[in-house]
């Protein structure tokens, strides 16, 4: 089963504390700070695997966790880092941030390898501080917190040109012929469910590409109907579409021919911009020729015609493909800018990539002050608040912040309660 979207959610591993210990021994009754550092919590990964098709290992929305790291110890022993997670996905994986549909990588390499949770950092023993002129220290810090992600995984088949077109144009039969995939076909529509991929060889036997017979399309997919976004999300790697009508006057060849290109338009990934070959398929049926002639003229473009019956047309059609191919560059993915896409290249803006303010105070109630921002509840989160020592290393870092300036300005007396996170204490003037 080709299951090409998922949910995920990632957490990586917790730095391990660092440990406050004095070296207590027969010949060493004051050894000094022997506290060791935390272990590295474990960071969780996804490398892209040739021999892994499809996503259904993550079919359901899962939590997928690494370990946290080991906590100091007495003697100098430095805490367990934890091993990382790597979770297998299939070549052609593009992974977004569900939370903000940022995108975050696009594995289309046989090994390429993305982190998607980094690790928290393990905390320093107290004998790391130590110092001329602070011998026994009792600090330490907590390691950091990991991080916590749900993630968009889906799967966009790596292919140089897709066959497009209402069902039971032909798609499938004609991905049979030129390659050996063996689609599945049949005499009603949908009979391809899933995308199918083949690789066409040319007649001189030296160029080869890859054909993708993508879903059968109808109006409103763009919306998720019929099989929608399905279709629509596999031809985003398509460097070129092959169009395909067909002319047994079942249906309206010009009607099918603009609601198809409609719905590559409103799907919003620049998908009507792709070089497409039109190809007017069952030429043999009776009457193609003139329902052909009259196709050409009313979308203003030669088609090429073509009979699976008879295999009239089907090598030139794959020569043609084959030369546009090769005159094409590659296009972005959805959702991806194309600096970042061709050249790897990231454009930074002074005022969205400035720096944010350390801290912000909030006033919920007339004696009551709140501290928070993303800068000082990390250094929290760092400090052993377990000694004297530790709550006097955080009041002299609020106090290099300009806190006491900050409270004053809000108008705090004292007396006044400040909170920073579970921590508070009394502001005095």
């Known amino acids: 089963m080709l299951i090409d979207r998922a949910v995920i959610e990632v957490r990586s591993g917790n730095g391990g504390n660092g440990a406050i210990s004095f070296l ?7 050894g000094g700070p022997d506290g060791g550092n935390g272990g590295r919590g474990g960071s969780v990964f996804l490398i892209a695997k040739g021999d892994v098709n499809t996503l259904l290992a993550y079919r359901h929305s899962r939590l997928i966790a690494a370990d946290d790291g080991g906590k100091g110890d007495k003697k100098m022993r430095f805490g367990r880092s934890a091993e990382d997670v790597y979770c297998d996905v299939p070549v052609g994986t593009v992974v977004y941030e569900e939370s903000t549909g940022a995108f975050l990588a696009d594995l289309s390499h046989e090994g390429d390898i993305v982190r998607l949770a980094k690790g928290g950092r393990g ?43 209402f069902p039971s144009v032909g798609k499938s039969t004609l991905l049979n012929i030129v390659s050996k995939a063996n689609a599945v076909t049949a005499d009603y529509p949908f009979t391809t469910l899933t995308p199918n991929l083949g690789v ?21 997919a763009h919306e998720g109907k019929g099989l929608g976004i399905t279709f629509l999300r596999h031809i985003e790697r ?57 196709f050409d003229k009313a979308i203003g473009i030669e088609s090429i015609g073509i009979s699976a019956l008879t295999d009239e047309g089907v090598d030139y059609l794959m020569k043609k493909t084959y030369e546009l191919i ?18 790897g290249m990231k454009v930074y803006d002074a005022h969205l990539d400035a720096k944010e303010a350390p801290f912000t105070i909030a006033r919920p109630s007339e004696h009551l002050f709140v501290i928070t921002g993303e800068e ?17 290393q955080l009041i002299a870092y609020l106090q ?8 004053k300005d809000k108008g705090a007396v004292d007396g006044d309660t400040v909170r920073l996170c579970d921590f508070e204490f009394e502001y005095i003037e």
């Open 400 to 407: 290099r912040l300009g806190i006491d300036e900050a409270l």
């Open 238 to 294: 398509c460097r070129v579409l092959v169009h395909m009508v067909s002319m047994d006057g079942e249906r309206d060849p010009v009607s099918d021919y603009n609601i198809i290109n409609a719905e590559l338009r409103d799907y919003g990934a620049k998908l009507e911009l792709r070089p497409q070959i039109v190809v007017a398929t069952k030429m043999d049926s009776d009457g193609a020729e003139e329902r052909k002639a009259a």
């Open 376 to 392: 000082v509840t990390k250094k929290y989160g760092l400090i052993n608040l377990s000694t004297d020592q530790g709550v006097a």
């Open 200 to 220: 066409v060889t040319l007649k001189d036997g030296a160029h080869q590409f890859v054909l993708a017979d993508m879903p059968g399309l109808i109006e409103g």
């Open 24 to 30: 207590r021994e027969k010949n060493m009754p004051k």
């Open 326 to 343: 090769m005159k094409t560059p590659l296009f972005p993915l959805k959702g991806v800018e194309e600096e970042e896409a061709i050249g």
């Open 123 to 165: 905390g320093r023993g107290n004998a790391a501080y130590k110092s001329s002129r602070l011998k026994a220290p009792k600090i330490a810090e907590n390691g950091l917190p990991g991080e916590r992600k749900r993630i968009i995984l889906e799967l966009k088949l790596l292919a140089d040109a897709g066959l497009i077109g």
